[in-house]
């Protein structure tokens, strides 16, 4: 079918000026409104009012213009239906074959610092949504385009053959539908938030397509890298790549991971991951010492491992780096020196991320086959907790600097974990086991003759006393874990008889 009326009423106009002066080259009669008309009147396009469509005015501040049987029987006519050509001759109403809208930028309204309620309300478009799924849903006889990037799709069409395929119509109604699914769901979400409902009856979340990945988890799986609209900006979806490969399905997962961990300290930290566990962990005076202690946590895992600096990358540290195999360090920033260092290296990943964003409260979304699970991240610390010395000996004031680290790794450890720490760095990490001795005992076999006088932190209570008997052979002085075991009593007295300092804290950490 010719095109031979369309309306066109975009809020961003890019490239709207020459794709309308293509149209009228065409013979196609042009409808717009407001600014949009205004822009194709400047550049000598002819076009017809909307007014001078409907017989009425744009009313209340524009709010009602495009709301009107003269527009939408236009748009939702079937055309080979007669009892539908009837109705538009008896009312006359012409038909409209091409729509081009684009919604009022909500969005980019809502992400201002300063915006006010009234401000957000005004930018809900009414006319352009009612228009784009008017025209979508009836396809079949309209062209519907919301994107600029399909502009130069349709023209071709109608160059080459003078109507738009169902094809191209089909897939152009499916975007239109994708795109105010997506306006809605930020919009309830912007209202929901402001009236604090934590669990709506009903969620509706939105992503745009950052990137297609080369395969998934795995190369025979297929997968996509998506970013929420107005998401944390500390983040691997809005992290800056710097230099190196793209990323991968698993290097972002190990990336995600590494960020969540480095942020749970304000000193100097280092964190190394694999497989989405941390492998190394140190803290300094300085980013070299810290990245060095991680280091010396695990230099078999860290190899080809995830790095995550919270401070920037200097050229001493750098250095450390390029003597070693790495996918990806990321960091608040690089100097010029470390970045001359480590771009010798062609496929290393660098990346920055605001970290100035790093506790901004987002909720956890998890799939599972026919659902989604919604949590609160776990935002819980040492500083809420209500920490409670349960053995006869408190821990040393070293001992206790050992003990926060560890509590700050074990977290961020899938359970069942144990982490060991000692002298600014983990030793020790066991991860994932079915049982909590066999985590601990993974965690001191790693950790070697460096388990003496080091501290252990795990991340849920001990059913049994005998992670404390295992903890106290390897010579570990001191640790920490949630309580609360109806057998607390001999963990404690195990803990007393080797002399260990033990500490609960009332909160467990499970990771799964």
Known sequence: MAVKRALLSVSNKEGIVPFAKQLAEFGVEIISTGGTKKALEEAGIPVISISDV????????????????????????????????????????????????????FQQTIAKSDVTFAEAIENIDIGGPTMLRAAAKNHQYVTVVVDPADYDTVLQELKEY????????????????????????????????LVGEEHPESLTVTFEKKQDLRYGENPHQKAAFYKKPLGSSFSIAA?????????????????????????????????????????GVGVGANIYEAFTRAYEADPTSIFGGIIALNREVDKDTALKMHEIFLEIVIAPSFSKEALEILTQKKNIRLLTVDFAAANKKERFLVSVQGGLLVQEQDRYTLDDAQIKVVT?????????????????VVKHVKSNAIVLAKDGMTIGVG????????????????????????????????????????AAKAGITAIIQPGGSIRDADSIKKADEYGIAMVFTGIRHFKH
Request: glycine fraction near 6%.
């Open 54 to 105: 409907t017989g009425f005015p744009e009313i209340l501040d524009g709010r009602v213009k495009t709301l009107h049987p003269m527009i939408h029987g236009g748009l939702l006519a079937i055309r080979d239906n007669e009892h539908h050509r009837q109705q538009l001759d008896e009312h006359h109403i012409q038909p409209i074959d091409l729509v081009v809208v684009n919604l009022y930028p």
């Open 162 to 193: 003078g109507t738009v395929s169902q094809e191209t119509n089909l897939k152009l109604a499916a975007k239109v539908f994708r795109h105010t699914a997506a306006y809605d769901a930020m919009i309830a979400e912007y209202l929901t938030n």
């Open 239 to 279: 992290a800056k790549q710097l230099h190196g490969k793209e990323l991968s399905y698993n290097n972002i997962n190990d990336a995600n991971a590494a960020l969540q961990i480095v942020k749970e300290f304000t000193e100097p930290a280092a964190v190394a991951v694999k497989h989405m566990n941390p492998c």
């Open 392 to 408: 006869k000996r408190e821990p040393t004031e070293k001992e206790w600097e050992d003990l926060k680290l560890a509590w700050k």
């Open 431 to 470: 991860a994932g086991q079915m049982n909590r001795v066999g985590a601990a005992k993974i965690a001191v076999e790693q950790a070697g003759e460096k388990a003496q006088g080091a501290a252990l932190a795990s991340d849920a209570f001990f059913p049994m006393d005998d992670t404390v008997e295992a």
